[in-house]
């Protein structure tokens, strides 16, 4: 399945779920250009941050859509929905406001006073 974010991140994090009671549950799921990554055999929330250092390359790229592809599931149910999916990362803006020496945001302010 392919989602589409609100905005383009950096992605740092990714949050999973099951929550529903008589169904399989993710046990390894591919997201394209980051790897395969292995859940566990619990309806809890289970997060995978993204390691910088392994995933430098694809960390600093801004991505507005993300690709995963379930490959295997836990148990033996028809169905294996995800209840929920969370992305975590750092936006254009976030980015600009890190990157921005705090001496230039204020001599703009001064400017449109």
Request: proline share 4%; net charge negative; hydrophobic share 35%.
């Amino acid at each position: 399945f392919i989602i589409e974010l609100c905005e383009p991140i950096q992605v740092k994090q990714v949050d999973i779920a099951n929550f529903e009671l008589f169904s399989s549950t993710p046990k390894d799921f591919v997201w394209l250009k980051l790897g395969t990554f292995h859940g566990r055999d619990e309806r809890t929330v289970q997060s995978f941050p993204l390691d910088e250092h392994l995933y430098a390359k694809y960390v600093k790229m801004f991505s507005k859509y993300i690709k995963v592809e379930m490959v295997s599931h836990f148990g033996s149910e028809h169905f294996c929905p995800l209840s929920l999916l969370r992305v975590f990362g750092t936006s254009m803006v976030e980015e600009y406001e890190e990157n921005t020496d705090p001496h230039d945001r204020t001599d703009d302010q001064d400017d449109h006073d």
